[in-house]
C-alpha cells in the first residue's frame, strides 16, 4: 500500500491518473489537487471564503472613488463584472509571488503607468479594507492572512508534488513549511 500522497495541478489529471491504475490495484493512493492542498495547510481564523458574486460586487463597491474613473472602466454592473476579471488576475498575480503591490511604483519598468498603478493601489486597499471589515477571505489574501496548519501537514507520510508549469512563491513557501515536518518531493 502505498502511503503518499500526490499533488497534481487538476481534477482532471487525478481522473486520468486513477484510470490508468485502477485496474492494476486495490490500493489507491492519496490524490489531491494543488488549490485543495493549498486550502488545508493554509488556516484564516474568523474568516468565511468569499464567492465570486459577492467578490465583484465588493469590488464594485471598492471602485467607487473619483480617479478610478481614469482606468476607463465603466462602473455599470455589467461591464464591471466583465473587467473585474482582469484587476483580480492583476492581483493573484501578485499576491501568488507574494510581491506588494505598494512596490510596483518603484520598478522602472511601470514607469509610465503610475497613475494606474496608484489608482489600483487604492483599490486594492480599499477592497481589502472591505472584506477585512466583512471577515471575508479572498485568495488575493491569502498569503498574508494564513496561519500554516501543521497538524494538516504532518498527518502525511510523505507528500509527492507534480509541477506543471512552475511553483508561484507562496506555493514554494507552503512547500519549504511541510518540508520542516513531512518528506516532500517535486517531480517537474
Given at each position: 500500500?502505498?502511503?503518499?500522497?500526490?499533488?497534481?495541478?487538476?481534477?482532471?489529471?487525478?481522473?486520468?491518473?486513477?484510470?490508468?491504475?485502477?485496474?492494476?490495484?486495490?490500493?489507491l493512493?492519496?490524490?489531491?489537487?494543488?488549490?485543495?492542498?493549498?486550502s488545508?495547510?493554509?488556516?484564516?481564523?474568523?474568516?468565511?471564503?468569499?464567492?465570486?458574486?459577492?467578490?465583484?460586487?465588493?469590488?464594485?463597491?471598492?471602485?467607487?472613488f473619483?480617479?478610478?474613473?481614469?482606468l476607463?472602466?465603466?462602473?455599470n454592473?455589467?461591464?464591471?463584472?466583465?473587467?473585474?476579471s482582469?484587476?483580480?488576475?492583476?492581483?493573484?498575480?501578485?499576491s501568488a509571488?507574494?510581491?506588494?503591490?505598494s512596490?510596483?511604483?518603484?520598478?522602472?519598468?511601470?514607469?509610465?503607468?503610475?497613475?494606474?498603478?496608484?489608482?489600483?493601489?487604492?483599490?486594492?486597499?480599499?477592497?481589502?479594507?472591505?472584506?477585512?471589515?466583512?471577515?471575508?477571505?479572498d485568495?488575493?489574501?491569502?498569503?498574508?492572512?494564513?496561519?500554516?496548519?501543521?497538524?494538516?501537514?504532518?498527518?502525511?507520510?510523505?507528500?509527492?508534488?507534480?509541477?506543471?508549469?512552475?511553483?508561484?512563491?507562496?506555493?514554494?513557501?507552503?512547500?519549504?513549511?511541510?518540508?520542516?515536518?513531512?518528506?516532500?518531493?517535486?517531480?517537474?
Amino acid at each position: 500500500m502505498d502511503t503518499k500522497t500526490i499533488i497534481l495541478h487538476s481534477a482532471r489529471a487525478i481522473r486520468h491518473e486513477l484510470q490508468n491504475i485502477e485496474a492494476k490495484t486495490l490500493f489507491l493512493p492519496n490524490y489531491i489537487t494543488i488549490n485543495e492542498f493549498i486550502s488545508k495547510l493554509c488556516i484564516v481564523k474568523d474568516y468565511m471564503m468569499v464567492d465570486d458574486d459577492t467578490r465583484t460586487l465588493l469590488l464594485l463597491q471598492a471602485s467607487d472613488f473619483k480617479a478610478f474613473s481614469n482606468l476607463q472602466i465603466q462602473r455599470n454592473f455589467f461591464t464591471f463584472t466583465k473587467n473585474s476579471s482582469y484587476i483580480f488576475k492583476f492581483f493573484e498575480e501578485l499576491s501568488a509571488e507574494k510581491f506588494d503591490i505598494s512596490n510596483l511604483a518603484n520598478a522602472d519598468i511601470y514607469a509610465e503607468f503610475e497613475e494606474h498603478i496608484e489608482i489600483l493601489q487604492e483599490l486594492y486597499k480599499r477592497y481589502e479594507s472591505l472584506c477585512h471589515q466583512k471577515k471575508i477571505l479572498d485568495k488575493i489574501f491569502l498569503p498574508k492572512l494564513y496561519k500554516f496548519n501543521t497538524l494538516y501537514a504532518s498527518s502525511h507520510k510523505e507528500i509527492e508534488l507534480y509541477i506543471n508549469g512552475h511553483l508561484t512563491n507562496f506555493e514554494f513557501e507552503l512547500l519549504q513549511k511541510c518540508s520542516e515536518v513531512v518528506k516532500v518531493g517535486i517531480v517537474f
